[in-house]
């Protein structure tokens, strides 16, 4: 069996207690400076630190790190922490997930079998597609702004660079498209070539990660209000508005606009994502401030090439095409995203055992109980694997290239153990039942769910 890494490092957090408190005083989270991060209530200094894994753990200095790390490093232990230089500890150190589980334990001992450790990178076959979608995007990029838009090539470029979004720049941001750091950096800037940023998107999505569907902590759960309500509140409550009750009629209206919101994000001038800030996170580390200037950079090279140049060179006739693609990109994402945790069966609350009875409750079971997999063959085609959202949220350092192939395995661990696995086996089902679920969330009427109902997720 697999070393029991929590016990592993929580003797590690033992030994150095003494120490650290002897070097400096004892201190609050919402004081750490932009070089330090907190796992386990230990503070650790980062600022003379080489992460062989990349430069994503600078972007979270000064923050309380311990679910992302866990989260990215199953089998790290004590070893691995000793590399870091240890300073001090928190005093309002406060955990509702546990680690190390019987339940985790198996399913990693299990999919590790199919996917021997350090070969759970991007395979042959997982690059030959990113590079296809690659040169697809700089081809239509090419003659977007040299032939000019028109209605198929909007709708095509637009997808093309969603295709980007889930095929490349998800899995380099993941760390996950290859061992190499500078590889996973290069390919990540994917994100900047189509309208957002590699850095803003660390801010949110690794926290979304590490928090999924969390009622306080998920910025994906908060994202789109007030347009949308993503959380099912109780009624009364201050954020449930009027309109709301008919939020399922602009559901995909909204979605369409995603793209727009994202291009023309102020946040990039200063990298400081304000929901994931709102939820508790502080973009403050000398990393992230550093790197404002090359997101400048780039989202000003993405604003000329797809907007000013072809509206300069073909005249302002465009302009309605260039919203259409946008429109393309952002329904391609959004709308496939937002199926992954917005659900009927879905778990809204993970953490409310925990706040009930001071337990912690164990990580990879709220992963699996707040996402679904769905779809096959097609929906792997439009998502590059990404429909499988409960492999993906158990194993976010591993490629997608090999969720189809560790499925089966997830789902019978998970039967064992008796946690709920959400599938559905075609798209439209799955769609349709977020639908529902967006409409009782609106409405704040929680439909009754019959287990004989074929469109909810299967468990």
């Not at 095929?167 to 760390?175: I, L, T």
Request: charged share 20%; net charge positive; with cysteine.
């Amino acid at each position: 069996m697999p070393p029991d890494a929590d016990k592993l490092r929580q003797r590690h957090v033992t030994a150095q207690d003494d120490r650290a408190t002897t070097t400096t005083t004892i201190r609050s989270v919402k004081d750490l400076k932009g070089n330090e991060i907190v796992i386990d209530g230990i503070i650790y200094d980062l600022t003379n630190f080489y992460h062989p894994g990349g430069e994503q753990i600078n972007v979270f200095g000064g923050n309380d790190v311990t679910v992302h790390y866990k989260m990215i490093h199953p089998y790290h232990t004590a070893k691995h922490l000793e590399k870091m230089t240890a300073i001090g500890k928190v005093d309002d150190f406060r955990t509702e997930y546990q680690f190390d589980t019987d339940f985790e334990r198996e399913i990693k001992r299990e999919v590790y079998k199919i996917v021997p450790r350090g070969r759970e990178f991007g395979t042959p076959g997982w690059f030959f597609r990113a590079f296809g979608y690659i040169a697809l995007f700089f081809t239509l990029q090419y003659f977007w702004v040299v032939s000019g838009p028109t209605v198929l090539l909007a709708i095509a470029y637009g997808m093309s660079q969603a295709l980007i979004g889930m095929n490349v720049q998800h899995d380099a941001n993941h760390g996950a498209a290859s061992k190499k750091a500078w590889v996973n950096d290069i390919l990540g800037l994917g994100a900047d070539f189509i309208g957002g940023s590699k850095w803003l998107w660390q801010e949110q999505h690794w926290t979304h990660h590490s928090y999924t569907n969390h009622a306080e902590k998920d910025p994906d759960s908060f994202n789109a209000e007030p347009m949308l309500l993503f959380n099912e509140y109780p009624a009364g409550d201050s954020r449930r508005k009027w309109y709301h009750n008919f939020q399922i009629l602009f559901f995909w209206p909204i979605l369409s606009g995603y793209w727009l919101s994202s291009v023309f994000n102020p946040e990039v001038l200063d990298l400081n994502h304000r929901v994931s800030a709102g939820v508790g996170e502080r973009w403050i580390s000398s990393h992230v401030i550093s790197s404002r200037k090359f997101a400048i950079f780039l989202r000003a090279l993405y604003i000329g090439t797809n907007v000013v140049a072809p509206i300069y060179l073909h005249g302002l006739r465009v302009a309605l095409l260039i919203l259409l693609m946008g429109i393309a990109e952002s329904l391609h994402l959004a709308i496939l995203f937002s199926l992954s945790h917005n659900f009927e069966t879905a778990d809204r609350d993970p953490t409310l055992k925990a706040r009930q009875t001071g337990q912690p409750v164990c990580w990879m079971k709220s992963q699996v109980e707040t996402s679904c997999t769905y779809g096959g063959f097609i929906s792997g085609c439009l998502t590059g694997g990404l429909n499988f959202q409960v492999e993906h949220h158990l194993f976010p350092r591993m490629s997608s290239a090999w969720y189809p192939y560790i499925a089966p395995t997830v789902r019978k661990v998970c039967a064992k153990h008796g946690v709920k696995y959400a599938y559905y086996p075609w798209i439209w089902q799955n769609l349709w039942s977020t639908f529902k679920y967006m409409h009782a969330a609106g409405t704040g009427w929680r439909q009754k769910l019959a287990r004989e109902n074929p469109l909810k997720g299967q468990m």
